[in-house]
T-cell receptor, first 112, second 111 residues
Framework: GQQLNQSPQSMFIQEGEDVSMNCTSS?????WLWYKQDPGEGPVLLIA?????ELTSNGRLTAQFGITRKDSFLNISASIPSDVGIYFC????????????FGAGTRLAVHP | DTAVSQTPKYLVTQMGNDKSIKCEQN?????MYWYKQDSKKFLKIMFS???????INETVPNRFSPKSPDKAHLNLHINSLELGDSAVYFC??????????FGSGTRLTVV
């Protein structure tokens, strides 16, 4: 079935460093979403992107919807220990009830 | 007040048993979903209901049967549980397909 290619699979960084992760797809999406999952919890929405080329920030997080509509990236600036978790990209096609298609996740570890 | 709540949070059961997971949302959303997260953390949709009507049914064994008594509730019943059913099951809700909110998950372990 349809999958998103998310990279990197995991990252180990020092506190204060910037982080970048991205997702690519072979087909077009109308919405790109970025989620974070903490252990024992469900995914929590970080940023939603609805237009090609859109660049949106949420605090230290910035995400962009690629112009081709086949990719998106998420940047985290000045990482802190609580940024630890799994970050997922998700794509959604047009129309109301369409399912989310998730990337495999990027596991982020931040060392103090 | 939890927006999307699932019960139970943990479920350990033997192969062959039948079990149910319940989900309730108090967001007033019209669409609810079940997603499955496997041991590698990959998330995949299973079912979706809109106002009690089934609208998405992925390729899921028919041992899995969702039921939506009203638009605020979506339950998942699983018959004849198998080892491979062990996973974390997430309920989610949206309004018209947007604004996905996930529950905290039910970790099912089949032994």
């Amino acid at each position: 079935g349809q999958q998103l290619n998310q990279s990197p699979q995991s990252m180990f960084i020092q506190e204060g460093e910037d982080v970048s992760m991205n997702c690519t797809s072979s087909s077009i999406f109308n919405t790109w979403l970025w989620y974070k999952q903490d252990p024992g919890e469900g995914p929590v929405l970080l940023i939603a992107l609805y237009k090609a080329g859109e660049l949106t920030s949420n605090g230290r997080l910035t995400a962009q919807f690629g112009i081709t509509r086949k990719d998106s990236f998420l940047n985290i600036s000045a990482s802190i220990p609580s940024d630890v978790g799994i970050y997922f990209c998700a794509g959604q096609r047009s129309g109301g009830y369409n399912k989310l298609i998730f990337g495999a996740g990027t596991r982020l570890a931040v060392h103090p | 007040d939890t927006a999307v709540s699932q019960t139970p949070k943990y479920l350990v059961t033997q192969m062959g048993n039948d079990k149910s997971i319940k989900c309730e949302q108090n967001l007033g959303h019209d669409t609810m979903y079940w997603y499955k997260q496997d041991s590698k953390k990959f998330l995949k949709i299973m079912f979706s209901y809109n106002n009690k009507e089934l609208i998405i049914n992925e390729t899921v064994p028919n041992r899995f049967s969702p039921k939506s008594p009203d638009k605020a509730h979506l339950n998942l019943h699983i018959n004849s549980l198998e080892l491979g059913d062990s996973a974390v099951y997430f309920c989610a809700s949206t309004e018209g397909g947007y604004g996905y909110t996930f529950g905290s998950g039910t970790r099912l372990t089949v032994v």
